[in-house]
């Protein structure tokens, strides 16, 4: 969502693979926000951004959202000045270097397909779980 909004891709400077995932999804590595962004626009895509898949809203759920957005007047007038800002802003590539390994950063958005060499690779396997507790 971020890469819509602002039109620009997100360059993390390391190839895209399973730490690199784990990185994004747990470790929080997520682009910045740039000011003037509508709210409504920064809370879907925090929810997006839900560590715990079942808190993100669906395709289905997201068309339903953008949908209701058409139909309120106060919403498209925040959507429109926004949007008006932003092009006036000089947005940078954010990038994110944590690897010098000469890749060039470029990915596109891949299915993270949880498989053993997935938990291996992220080090899940190290965590200790003996004192977790499960709230609701």
Known sequence: MWEILYGKSVSYN???GTQLQFKICR????PKIIEDTPQCYINLMKKCWERDPIKRPSAQKIIEILTEWQNDKNILLELTKSEELLKNQSIHIQSFSDSSDGSDGSYKSK???FTTSFYQDSELN???FKDLQITD
């Open 126 to 128: 190290k965590l200790n």
């Open 111 to 113: 299915f993270i397909e």
């Open 14 to 16: 390391q190839e895209f």
């Open 27 to 30: 470790g929080n590595l997520r």
